[in-house]
């Protein structure tokens, strides 16, 4: 109980540092002017990502070599399959 309670002391006490780093940053952007114009690109980034994850990727390919990816795929899951069931066949012999 006490390491729970040491966790989350330690927890307030990273939150409170945080929180006045930020501000003091908040502070040096707002004396120096440049705080709008840093809020303004940090937008404009969050914008650009959202319209990039929010596309369907385009997938340019050919039957044939779609299924050559698939038949890969395949290859791979088996080797795994085959690797695991021999990890576990060795630590059930020790």
Known sequence: MTSVVFVWFHYILNSVYFISVQGELQQALLSLGEFQSAIDELMSWVD???TLINQPPSIYSDP?????ELKNIKVCRRK?????IFQSKHYLKV
């Open 80 to 84: 795994q399959i085959f690797a695991f």
């Open 48 to 50: 650009k990502t959202l």
């Open 64 to 68: 044939k070599t779609t299924d050559i």
